[in-house]
């Protein structure tokens, strides 16, 4: 059950409303990225890819 403080997200999925717990949503989220086989931080990989982009853009 909610607690009264809860902190809650709304969104919509598949054509409806949600209304959710964040707590519960970023669990979910998380439970998600590990499902599809994402290995490593999203955010080292991101900003690999900035720096080899700024590389090549120096290099040019």
Request: aromatic share 2%; charged share 35%.
């Amino acid at each position: 059950m909610w607690e009264t403080t809860a902190l809650t997200i709304a969104h919509v999925e598949d054509g409806r409303p949600v209304v959710e717990p964040r707590d519960q949503l970023a669990a979910r989220t998380r439970r998600d990225i590990a499902s599809a086989g994402v290995v490593g931080s999203v955010v080292d990989e991101l900003l690999a890819d900035r720096r080899a982009e700024a590389a090549r853009e120096q290099a040019d």
